[in-house]
Nanobody
């Protein structure tokens, strides 16, 4: 069992930055692929970024590549999403997720555990 708690969301102007954190509790954090997804009002949940469970491979959606950076600190059981050059279309609730021995899939159905989400709002 893994519990995930996101933090770091907020209101920021276009062009600004935010860093999201996801603190995990439970055993064997390093055995999990960690992903970030987002969901805007009226839209489906979409993939943002993920780490494979080995930590070797990272993946980004085309819409955030070059602006967002995912990282993880296994000693602190935490995964981060550094978001730079934010755009109004990045506005959404951002969710952290975990997939045991996962490859860092873009499919949200692959992830067994989810946080409650944190709101990110980018004003123009």
């Amino acid at each position: 069992q893994v519990q995930l708690v996101e933090s770091g969301g907020g209101l920021v102007q276009a062009g600004g930055s935010l860093r999201l954190s996801c603190a995990a509790s439970g055993r064997s954090f390093s055995d999990y692929a960690m992903g970030w997804f987002r969901q805007a009002p009226g839209k489906e949940r979409e993939f943002v970024s993920a780490f494979s469970w080995t930590g070797v491979n990272t993946y980004y959606s085309d819409s955030v590549k070059g602006r967002f950076t995912i990282s993880r600190n296994n000693a602190k059981n935490t995964v981060y999403l550094q978001m730079n050059s934010l755009k109004p279309e990045d506005t959404a609730v951002y969710y952290c997720s975990a997939d045991h021995y996962g490859s860092g899939s873009r499919d949200p159905l692959r992830y067994e555990y989810w946080g409650q989400g944190t709101q990110v709002t980018v004003s123009s």
